[in-house]
């Protein structure tokens, strides 16, 4: 009995022996399906990325073309019409009717062939013109204010000559008439203006009357 006991026991064993090493080769084949796959999923990326970089230099030769072409085309917009493309661009639909265009380019490049070659220093004579215009007009406006002040100063002192003037005038006035009547033992006499409008261009009459004679102008 006891070495029927052994015998079955070493059988179950082998059984389990068995069972855990069929488990391992299952395992096995599914670590190797595994790592198939990740190596087929590298290769993939791989090749993929090769794509995205082959791309990536088409992109970078394109780019580089349609960077020539935009430089070459604005230099030629500037040169032939003076225009600036951003400045095109923003007036101008982005789509247009390639022979309206056309048509309308024919129109006028024999516009331009008719005014004569351009003379491409207009924008520079004419920024000078417009600097010396305001330099001009900066002056003049300083000449304004400066003969309105100084017609003030005229004003000022033709009004303190008038004052001035009328009080000599009747200060002399009177030391005529005195005199006058101390010389002659009575009598009248006086000054006159011979405008009183304006006594800065006025003349000055003498009007006398002597005792027992008429009035008399002796100016």
Request: net charge negative; with cysteine; hydrophobic share 35%.
């Amino acid at each position: 009995e006891s070495g029927q006991k052994a015998c079955a026991e070493v059988i179950f064993q082998r059984d389990d022996q068995h069972k855990v090493l069929e488990q391992c080769k299952t395992d096995r084949h599914q670590i190797v399906a595994d790592v198939n796959a990740l190596e087929k999923n590298s290769r993939d990326l791989r090749r993929q990325n090769q794509d995205l970089q082959a791309k990536l230099h088409e992109l970078q030769i394109k780019q580089t073309h349609c960077s020539y072409e935009s430089e070459t085309k604005s230099k030629y917009l500037w040169e032939n019409y003076g225009l600036v493309w951003d400045a095109v661009k923003s007036e101008y639909a982005e789509t247009v009717n390639i022979e309206e265009a056309e048509e309308k380019l024919g129109v006028l490049r024999e516009e331009m062939k008719a005014m004569g070659p351009v003379n491409m220093g207009a924008v520079a004579e004419y920024e000078r013109v417009c600097q010396r215009f305001e330099f001009l007009s900066a002056q003049a406006q300083d000449l304004e204010q400066a003969q309105v002040a100084l017609l003030q100063v005229i004003s000022e002192m033709d009004s303190t000559m008038r004052k001035q003037f009328m009080e000599a005038f009747q200060a002399i006035d009177r030391h005529f008439s005195t005199v006058f009547q101390e010389l002659f033992e009575g009598g009248h006499a006086q000054l006159q203006l011979t405008n009183k409008e304006d006594v800065l261009e006025t003349g000055v009459e003498i009007i006398a009357q002597p005792p027992g004679k008429k009035l008399q102008n002796l100016s």
